[in-house]
């Protein structure tokens, strides 16, 4: 089964409800937005907005506009998303919270639907948006308790010059997608982000004591699958003292032994919900990611997402 697809063009709405249209597409891709100022009757855009994998990817171009989060709607809102773009043409204003922002082709720039933003386009425009949710995105960036304020991603070299190309691909290819390949292609794309992000973060002021939590939690997220994953085992193969070890995870919003057992319960929950794992039973997973008791497993998994996993391998199924 390929990605679902969401296509919109202002070619199809009458010039007197183009402004209406424009902020309904808006809100439907992008959280919501209004748009304060009417639209000229010559106003073009199109908008292409892919489901995938838990994200969305948006396309959108469009002739010069003004939008606008205030916080009437950020306060509104219960979800979280963080949005990264990339300006493939075209020239964009950004004011995110009390910081501007300019951005032109080759650009990105990260947004988060907590703050008050507003848009101005100032020159026809084409650009590719991701629309990640929060607590789907945090597990990738773990060492950072709120998402980034938001602003550039240096995109000219380095991890963030590899993301801007990876999403101009994925825009590209995604509608080639298939089911099976789609939750891996998901997983890079924000394993990418992760790290670009983190690059971001650590631009400004080097965090020894940051560094070293993001060393333990990536040797915990490749030992998943050792079930005597124990606090004293991570502190020696770290080669740090076990009071240090409590001392690193008091930054984060969990002990040691929560975030090995949260990390195994979003390894499985990945796997229940991904096609390429439909031939192994649930307890085959929740053995392969460290859990040695199915039924401790069953309830753990029910307590955080709400649904046992036979109910979430079902969903992912239907989706």
Request: net charge neutral; aromatic share 8%.
């Amino acid at each position: 089964m390929l990605i679902q697809s969401t296509s919109w063009s202002s070619t199809d709405i009458s010039a007197s409800d183009r402004t209406d249209a424009w902020q309904e597409i808006l809100s439907g891709s992008y959280r919501e937005w209004q748009v304060p100022q009417r639209l000229p009757a010559t106003f073009y855009a199109t908008l292409c907005r892919h489901d995938f994998a838990g994200t969305e990817l948006v396309e959108t171009i469009c002739d010069p506009c003004i939008g606008e989060r205030t916080r009437k709607h950020v306060h509104r809102d219960d979800d979280l998303y963080l949005g990264v773009q990339l300006t493939t043409s075209g020239r964009e204003r950004f004011r995110i919270g009390d910081s501007g922002v300019e951005v032109s082709s080759g650009d990105l720039v990260v947004w988060t639907t907590d703050q008050v933003v507003q848009f101005e386009v100032m020159e026809r425009l084409h650009k590719v948006t991701l629309m990640i949710p929060w607590t789907l995105m945090r597990e990738h960036v773990a060492e950072r308790k709120r998402p980034p304020s938001g602003g550039r991603i240096e995109s000219k070299e380095g991890v963030g010059s590899l993301l801007a190309v990876h999403l101009l691909a994925l825009s590209n290819q995604i509608s080639t997608l298939d089911s099976s390949v789609q939750c891996s292609v998901s997983r890079s794309t924000l394993e990418l982000l992760g790290v670009a992000l983190s690059g971001q973060q650590q631009a400004t002021t080097f965090d020894a004591t940051a560094v070293m939590l993001r060393k333990v939690q990536d040797y915990i997220l490749r030992h998943l699958h050792e079930d005597d994953m124990t606090p004293a085992r991570i502190a020696e193969a770290n080669g740090i003292s076990l009071r240090y070890l409590h001392m690193l995870f008091q930054r984060s919003s969990m002990t040691v032994s929560g975030y090995v057992l949260q990390s195994r319960l979003n390894a499985c929950h990945r796997a229940l919900t991904d096609p390429s794992y439909s031939r192994f039973q649930i307890s085959e997973i929740a053995f392969r990611w460290g859990f040695n008791s199915t039924s401790h497993f069953c309830r753990a998994f029910k307590e955080k997402f709400g649904q046992s996993p036979g109910d979430a391998r079902r969903a992912g199924t239907a989706a």
